[in-house]
Structures are given as C-alpha cells and as structure tokens.
DNA sequence: ATCAACAAACGTACAGACCTGCTTTTAACT
DNA sequence: AGTTAAAAGCAGGTCTGTACGTTTGTTGAT
C-alpha cells in the first residue's frame, strides 16, 4: 500500500512543497513573520528534511523567488497572447495584468523579498539575476505584444517599464489604501497616456479587438 | 556645567532621539533587523528611557513615521514653492523629487513599514491615517503647482497619483537595479507624457513651461 | 534474483543568540 | 517631599543552525 518513489521523485516533490510553503508564508504573514520552522510546518514536511534540502535560512528564500517569478513570468506570457491573439482587448489586457498583481501571489511577496534584501547584501546578490531574468522575460513578452503608434516617438520597451512601475507602486499603495476608486482613476489616466503611444499586435484579421466581458 | 531643563524639554529631546533613531535604523538594516535595542543604542539613551516613552515597539514605530511623513510633506512644499516661483524649471523639479525619494530618508523608511504593516493588522490601523494625512499634503501642494493644460482632459489630482505611484514603483525596483540608464529613460517617458497634461503654475511671466531634454 | 553495504532523504532534539516586555532602583525636576 | 524621567537587570519566548539517529532507495557482488 506503499507508494514507492524513487529518491529523485521525493527530492523534487519535498523541494517543491518548501518552495510554495515558502511563498505562501511570505504571503501571509510577509519576511519579518516567516520563520523556518513555520515554513517547514506548513510545508508538511520535518524540519531536517528542509535543512538537508536548504541548509540556511536564505537558500530556501531564493528557492522559492526562482519558483514564484517562473510562475509569473508564465503568466504574464499567457496574458500577451491572449492579447496577441484577440482573446483580450487592450483595456482588459490592463486590467488583466493590474488585478493579477494586486491578488495574485507574485507581487506582494517579490515586495518581502526585495525590502528584505534592501538590508542585506547576501540576499541581494543572489537575488539581483532572478530579477534580470524575470525582466528580460517581461520585455520579451511586451515587444511581442506591443508595438509604437510612431516610430518617431516613444518606443515600446521604455513605456512597458513605466507601466510596470505604476503597477508596483500602486500595489505599495494598495496595502494602506482600500479605495478602489483611487486606483480607477489612476488606470484611466495610465491608459490614456500609453494608447496615445502604443497599440497591441493583434494577430486577428479585424484589428478590432473582442469588447471586454462584464 | 550641567545644563538644567524643564521635564518637558528633556521628554522633547529624548523623544526626537528615538524617533531619528527609529528612523536611521529602519532605512539601514531594515524592519525586520530593527530591534528595540539596538535603537535605544543608535540614539543613545537608556531601554528604560525608551520604554517610558514608548511602552511597545509599534509605539515607536508609529511616532518615528509620523516625525518622517512630516519631514518629507514639509520637502516636498519647499520643492513646490520653488517651482512656482520659477527658482526650479518643470525638469529640475521632477529630478528634485526623484532625487529626493532615492536618496532621502522618506521613501526606504516609509517602505519598511507599509510591508510590515501589511502582515500586521493593528500597525496598518495605525498607519492608515497618518498615511492618508500626508497625501493630503501632497495634494495640497500638488494642486498648488501645477494645472491642466486642457480643462477637459486629464486633471492634475489623478495625474499627481500616477506620477507618485511611478517613483514608488521605481525606488523600489532600485533596490535590486543599480543601472541609472534605466531610470532615465523612464524619466523621459514620465516627464514627456505629463507634458502633454499638465504645466507648472509659475509665479513668473512667461508661462511656457521648458520642454524636457531628451 | 538476493541481500548486504552504502548513500540519500528524513525525523528529533538541543544549544546559543537575541528580542521583547516588565520590574525594581536611582536620578532629576517641580 | 513627591512626581516624573532615566537606568539596569531579569524572565519568558522564539528563532536559527547543527548534531545525531532512523528510514528509504540504490548499487553491486554473489
């Protein structure tokens, strides 16, 4: 009645519970909060089988980084081809990416992290290539899916980074700040600013994009 | 030779000790290494001093972002005033206020807390009003400074958010991004599209705001 | 194919460090 | 003198890293 693994299969699957443990924790109760015991605890797993997969406290924190950006990044290429292929329309395609970050897993425990490693130059280090990685993902996505209005002004790449700091900085806001409409307002006026630069890659034969689903 | 004050000067003077103090401490190592000890060290009286003015930590925490919220309202009036009065050009003064968050002590520190808050139900109540207290502030001056250039397009209120939320988005990705190229390309971008919505109101005759350098 | 020997994965327990809140004393001011 | 501010020390709790024992899977010689 014993399901037999192989030593492969039980590393991977006990490295994966961490993983998602980690991020659920750093979700909940954020960096300061998280302890290896609590993760270890909400992992299922015993508190030697996390040190003998993450000896310290910072590699199962970089683990788990590496496995929450790959997930974003995914969907965030998801996002782009539905775009892309007519699925969403350039508003939704917004509100899409907004409302992932603000209730998704990525941004708020990226955020631990970050402000995490602000103080500490190991944690830093490790993680300044995961956010390379991630962003060269992100750029690729957004050159794929978008294109400038005039080759003469505003090129795509440097609006996606204004946008995606809009987006961080209004999650920041988001956790002190429970009016909806405030963000509204802000979405308006960031739309209106990108349309008049950029308009979606539409692989559809009628460039006219779905209307957005109520 | 001793000098000889009154209670409340000494209170005054041991409590702006342990604000600073709170403060240095949350933009060096960060919340999370941020110990009550370690404080009263930094600001050079006793534990026992501090816990007879702040019986817990949040109170600390809560005095010290409300001294820095104060600082930074009172910053951002003088870099307005100066706009007005045409002693900073529409440019300078974006680059002032980026400056300011980048390298002041307003934005690290006031990062620090918002995440702690966000795991912490009883620091968010507290920090709620303080934080809707300074974005009156900014309002104010904002408001102040600049107006539409088109009465029936974008309003200098929501176009302040979108411009705030910018520089938190990027203070944070500045943690983990040294490249200044980066930044400045989203500069451009900001400045630009503001440009087409918004102009100082100068104090000075000639009303034509200065077109941002590329 | 079997079984012993080895290695990897996992479980339990503990020691040292640190941090917070509280209590008791001492000093300063009115 | 009496009250408030400041200093010093202690108690309880938690967290991290580590040591050591146990189980599970792998290997290879017979």
Known sequence: ???RRTQDERSTETRRLLQEATVRSLMEVGYANTSTSEIARRAGVSRGAQT??????MDLIVAATEYMFRNFADQLEALGSDLRAGRLDYDSFFDALWEE??????FYSSLEIIVAARGDEELRQHLEPLIMVLHARFEAT??????ATDPEGLGPRPVMNLVMNVFRGMAVQAVLRPEPRYFEEI????????????RPRTRAATPVPAPPRP
Not at 142 to 147: D, G, H, N, P, Y
Not at 187 to 198: C, E, G, N, R, S
């Open 1 to 3: 009645m014993i399901k």
């Open 52 to 57: 003998h997969h993450y000896p310290g406290k």
């Open 101 to 106: 970050m603000q209730h998704g897993d990525w």
């Open 142 to 147: 957004w050159l794929r899916s978008f294109e």
């Open 187 to 198: 979405m308006h006026v960031l739309k209106t600013m990108i349309a008049a630069h950029l």
